[in-house]
């Protein structure tokens, strides 16, 4: 267990507004993840951290942004929510310090339904 | 580019059948190589990984070969329990770069 949570668990918003979703994390590690699930696709990556306000981009970026103001705590947010947003969101932490270290471990999972 | 590609799916076998899936890649340089499970209404968990090439993973009776020269890291276990239904998602890191590039995932379900 890597102590990550995950809120909301479930949602369901309309199109146009913004969304955020919150991962926190218990042990401070350094790099946190923000994926989608989606049929047929796998797992994407959205956007990554290293650190706290160091943040990039990542396969499916455009639509989202995130921050990360502390340590333990990763925001993801919807900036206008779409129907194609609707997805199940993962947040991952790995564990690694001075280098990243390659295996991740995953939050239980938001189900956001945009209607 | 990077990339994963698993078997289609759903694979259902019936309880201590063989089971493969397999899984093949594309990538630069030397990528480290992972089989996640997802168990229903859970997040993803590392089932097993191998880091460099002829490397064998294992896990639970599972296991899977990091094979260079064909691209290709298939899962097997020898005899398959209805516990194991679940999702297998394959994926890849390429060198030192932390990010996880997944294949489509399989669904396995085990009848008793």
């Known amino acids: 267990d890597a102590g990550i949570t995950q809120s909301p668990r479930h949602k369901v918003t309309e199109t146009g507004t913004p969304v955020t979703l919150r991962c926190h994390q218990t042990e401070n590690h350094r790099y946190m993840y923000w994926y989608r699930q989606d049929p047929g696709h796998g797992l994407r990556l959205i956007h990554y951290?290293?650190?706290?306000?160091?943040?990039d981009k990542g396969e499916v970026s455009d639509g989202y942004s995130v921050s990360r103001s502390k340590t333990e705590d990763f925001l993801l947010t919807l900036e206008s929510a779409t129907s194609s947003q609707t997805s199940v969101y993962f947040c991952?932490?790995?564990?690694?310090?001075?280098?990243?270290?390659?295996?991740?471990?995953f939050g239980p999972g938001t189900r956001l339904l945009v209607l | 580019g990077n990339s994963v590609t698993q078997m289609e799916g759903p694979v259902t076998l019936s309880e201590e059948a063989f089971l493969t899936i397999n899984c093949t890649y594309t990538?630069?340089?030397?990528?480290?190589l992972f089989w996640y499970v997802q168990y229903p209404g859970e997040g993803l968990q590392l089932l097993l990984k191998?880091?460099?090439?002829?490397d064998k993973g294992s896990n639970k009776g599972f296991e899977a070969t990091y094979r260079k020269e064909t691209t290709s890291f298939h899962l097997e276990k020898g005899s398959v329990q209805v516990s194991d239904s679940a999702v297998y998602f394959c994926a890849l890191t390429p060198s030192n770069t932390g990010k996880l590039i997944f294949g489509q995932g399989t669904t396995l379900q085990v009848k008793p």
């Open positions: 191998a880091t460099k090439a002829d």
């Open positions: 951290s290293y650190g706290v306000k160091d943040t």
């Open positions: 990538a630069t340089g030397y990528p480290s």
């Open positions: 991952a932490i790995s564990r690694g310090e001075a280098a990243v270290e390659e295996t991740q471990y």
